[in-house]
DNA sequence: GGTGGTAACTTGCAGTTTGCAAGCGTGGTT
DNA sequence: AACCACGCTTGCAAACTGCAAGTTACCACC
């Protein structure tokens, strides 16, 4: 995956096309993270998966060009700025739902999600 | 991700721990071709994202090891054997089928699936 | 005004994974 | 014997990953 986040298909599949913008271990992690409410570097950092400093400002430069979340700076002095999910990003949840239920039915190790999370409408 | 097909994992998160096994570009593409029937190495060779031979190897041998296909002869002379989703393995389904709807609705290029697979139940 | 702290990154670098191409092993076919 | 099919394995360069350390921009205290 080029670091300028761009990406060219390999077929027109649906699968393999959302595959290519989050099919790695680390982009639908972010997307949980924002569809329960965090918005800063440090709280994707702080998350217990432990993703890397230098993946995740990656990976929020892909999404971002993928329109699936937007940077907002949230003050001026000193500059910092949050992530937040776009309609597109939002409608993945029920990809995450469905993934919650399988892994809640064959991976017994799993924690059960919150209701508010599974019963969430996009 | 260890040649083996060993993964440990990084939290109980169901989102992360559903990553991790099938959290890279070309495992539900395996999936989605099991799927829709395909069984054998040659016939996963020849999709159009055009997997390369050790990937697919690799990636055969990790979805085993996790419980999701199977791998069964299918004649002795000369050896051959294909390859089938187990009930887990199946359970995918609801999975790919969300991601083909986030896709045909977010993704402007990507094929629609045919109403077999949209409408097929685990 | 220097020291320290916070937030959001970037950089360096070794180790791992990817993907292309080529080769191998078993056995059928001619 | 020569050739082919299928299901892989191997070699290798390039890309990616993850850990640690450094950077930038500011604020706060002493």
Redesign the interface.
Known sequence: MAEDGKIL?????????????V????S??IV?DLLTGKRRFGEFLA????IPTNILAARLKRLEAAGLIEKRPYQSRPPRHDYVLTA?GE??L??????????????P?????PDSFMRRKA
């Open positions: 298909p390999r077929s027109g599949c649906p699968i393999a096309a959302t595959l290519e913008l099919g790695d271990r680390w639908l992690v949980r998350s217990p998966e432990g597109e409608a993945l029920p990809v995450l739902q469905e993934m919650c239920r399988w892994a809640n039915r064959h991976l190790e799993t924690w059960t999600p």
